[in-house]
């Protein structure tokens, strides 16, 4: 059960405080799949301000999209974007704020932005002295620990931490690695209220009650994500522009190697201009492919990434510049293009992997 469920953990520690809250449409509370801030308000709660991460409060805003800030026109409260003129709180963002509240479902992918928006917020919590309250939720991919570890000289937005593709931690246990390996500026550390999810182990599997953002719009897609996204530092589709984004593959330059085909067109909300808009592409239909897989193997799957490499007719522009970004490092498109196998690849990952894993293990609230 989601931390925010379980209300009488943690509702008597918040009356009587001006309260922020992190928060966005995943943001909910009971199987009646009520916005906690809604819940919250409706209980008397102070809450003066809501703080929206990428995709906005109501999670309504494209992929990358910059948001701007805004009224909510059910609460009358102020939003302000945490993904538009900056992505840190200004001390005039949390000025008169007792505690912040971070309630957001993550998906337990690096370079989901989601993770970035929490070192910035416990940043700037630590620096006013405002305590950080976090709902613990279940991470989808919580069983995968995989990847190349983030090179921190290509440090971005959507990769801040040392740390694998699939780091198999959940947002709070992931706030205390950030605290413990001192990663906020100044190796600040940021005074965190955890409340956990209950009956939770990290091998367990969680469907997500609501999409986590406009293109992770099914169970599958959540669970393909940290394989698929790396596609997006190539020139290949992955469907955004379709109704089945991040599962399915494909480029107008393998028509003839494959059956399947799909187009993307530009979907206000979603993808108003996704790679390949309106080609013919060419690949592989993922819809229906055994999750389980990954699950077992406990590994992202690599094997999409090397073969569409080797067919691909011109490899020169195979990858973009962001897939370094995506990786984390430049290795992994040097190791694709000399043609190393699965096997090597993952060989080369391995010493850095257990290095993390050592250190994961000593936040680790659920076993």
């Not at 498109?333 to 010493?351: D, L, M, N, V, Y």
């Amino acid at each position: 059960m989601p931390a925010a469920d379980q209300t009488q953990l943690y509702v008597p520690y918040l009356k009587g405080k001006n309260i922020a809250m992190v928060v966005n449409q995943t943001s909910i509370i009971g199987e009646r799949r009520i916005a906690s801030v809604d819940s919250l308000v409706k209980l008397g709660i102070a809450i003066k301000k809501i703080l929206g991460p990428e995709h906005g409060f109501r999670g309504n805003a494209s992929n990358g999209a910059s948001v701007d800030d805004s009224v909510d026109p059910k609460t009358g409260l102020p939003v302000i974007s945490l993904y538009g003129k900056h992505f840190k709180p200004t001390p005039a963002d949390l000025k008169g704020i007792d505690l912040v509240i971070f309630d957001v479902q993550d998906v337990g992918a690096r370079f989901y932005t989601y993770i970035s928006t929490l070192h910035y917020v416990m940043e700037a919590c630590a620096e006013k002295n405002i305590e950080l309250m976090i709902l613990d939720r279940p991470n989808p991919n919580g069983y995968c620990v995989d990847g190349p570890i983030l090179d921190t000289a290509y440090h971005s937005f959507v990769g801040m931490h040392p740390i694998p593709i699939t780091h198999g931690m959940t947002i709070a246990e992931y706030a205390q690695m950030i605290n413990g390996q001192g990663w906020l500026k100044n190796h600040l550390q940021c005074k965190l209220k955890l409340i956990k999810v209950a009956n939770y182990n990290h091998s367990l599997s969680y469907k997500l009650p609501v999409s986590p953002s406009p293109n992770l719009n099914t169970n599958q897609s959540v669970l393909l994500y940290p394989s698929v996204c790396l596609f997006e530092g190539t020139t290949f589709s992955l469907g955004r522009g379709t109704m089945i984004p991040f599962q399915v593959l494909g480029h107008p330059a393998l028509k003839g190697k494959y059956q399947y085909s799909f187009t993307p067109v530009s979907i206000a909300g979603m993808s108003e201009d996704p790679p390949q808009k309106n080609q013919v592409c060419y690949g592989i239909d993922l819809r229906n492919y055994n999750t389980d897989i990954i699950k077992k193997s406990g590994q992202i799957n690599l094997s999409w990434l090397i073969e569409f490499y080797k067919i691909f007719p011109d490899k020169q522009h195979f990858f973009n510049v962001y897939f370094t970004k995506l990786a984390g490092t430049e290795e992994l498109r040097k190791q694709i293009e000399a043609g190393k196998t699965e096997a090597e690849i993952r060989q080369s990952w391995q010493p850095a992997l257990d290095r993390f894993k050592a250190i994961r293990s000593k936040y680790l609230l659920y076993q």
